[in-house]
């Protein structure tokens, strides 16, 4: 950040220098300020796709989908032959929510940019969240053989197998070594939930703890936290789980509240969260929500409970669905 700020402030007129602040300033999560920077570039450089796509980027990180998705839509009208936005544009229907349109959305752009890697892995990480895991398998399979240095295939390969059980060969393609970059950090969260699913809770917690203490990608944070919270829940530390979760409204954290509320006694809170998480399409939202609203009494339903080891695979599969 110090040597970007050293660079626009000798070269003021770089749109480069000031795109690269932007950038920092969002990997940081500082998203107000990245915000404040790319619309000043927006409005000093208004033909620079990339200045556009980062406003997009960081409204999508702030949560603010319905407005990210007006911005790619009007990046794609403007700029037809970028694949960024194409990508962004599925990547926000996918936070949305809105699966199938988001397929379409990654197969299109598939057809139109086949060298384009992030598009091909997009189209796997959404197949992975609908559930249809030999397709995303197949995906990731393919993408290594074309990219062998792609490390996000690479990566939600590995998510997939550990949701299958297949946790030897999932941990084979993840990281041992010190994490460094984003790519790294991701691997090594996924790494801790192969060994949760293993039982191996004392390692898979130290990942945990260790990725909320020193990622410096505010991104990942989360998926440690929540990661730590189902670590937690296995534990029946109800509490602590809720303070792992505290600021993540996430519909992964979303979830893991109804059931902690629901351990708590505190049903009105959990019938909260069930509200939000209604309308999800993930298929272990959909099978988790339905188990807490039996099991809780949040909703009428005659479901004959599962077991909590049942529900701690799902929330596992869950994060993992997510990855």
């Not at 660079?7 to 932007?22: C, K, L, S, T």
Request: glycine content about 8%; some cysteine; hydrophobic content about 45%.
């Amino acid at each position: 950040l110090v040597e970007y700020e050293g660079i626009v402030r000798d070269f003021p007129h770089d749109v480069f220098a000031r795109n690269g602040r932007g950038e920092v300033l969002k990997a940081l999560g500082r998203l107000d300020e990245a915000l404040v920077e790319y619309e000043g570039i927006v409005r000093d450089f208004p033909h620079d796709v990339f200045a556009r796509n980062g406003r997009g980027e960081v409204l999508k990180a702030q949560g603010r989908l319905e407005e990210a998705f007006q911005e790619y839509d009007g990046i794609v009208r403007d700029f037809p032959n970028e694949v960024v936005p194409r990508s962004g544009r599925a990547e926000v229907l996918k936070a949305l929510g809105r699966l199938d349109e988001a397929l379409v959305e990654y197969e299109g752009t598939v057809r139109d940019f086949p060298y384009n890697v992030v598009a091909r892995t997009g189209r796997a990480e959404v197949l992975k969240a609908l559930g249809r895991l030999d397709e995303a398998l197949r995906q990731y399979d393919d993408n290594l053989e074309r990219f062998p240095a792609d490390r996000w295939a690479r990566n939600g390969k590995a998510a997939t197998l550990s949701i299958l059980g297949r946790f030897e060969e999932a941990l084979e393609l993840l990281l041992v070594r010190t994490p460094r970059t984003l790519n790294d950090w991701v691997g090594f969260h996924i790494r801790g939930m192969a060994l949760m699913k293993q039982g191996n809770l004392d390692a898979a917690m130290g990942i945990f703890e260790r990725g909320i203490r020193e990622s410096p990608w505010f991104e990942t944070v989360n998926y440690f936290r929540s990661a730590l919270a189902v670590a937690l829940l296995r534990r029946q530390e109800f509490r602590m789980a809720a303070e792992a979760i505290k600021d993540d409204e996430a519909i992964v954290s979303t979830v893991l509240r109804i059931h902690i509320f629901g351990e708590l006694g505190q049903t009105q809170l959990a019938k909260d969260a069930l509200e939000r998480v209604k309308a999800s399409p993930l298929s272990c939202v959909i099978v988790l929500r339905d188990e807490f609203a039996a099991r809780y009494g949040l909703e009428k339903r005659r479901q004959a409970p599962r077991s909590d080891q049942w529900v701690f695979e799902k929330e596992c599969d869950l994060l993992l669905e997510a990855a």
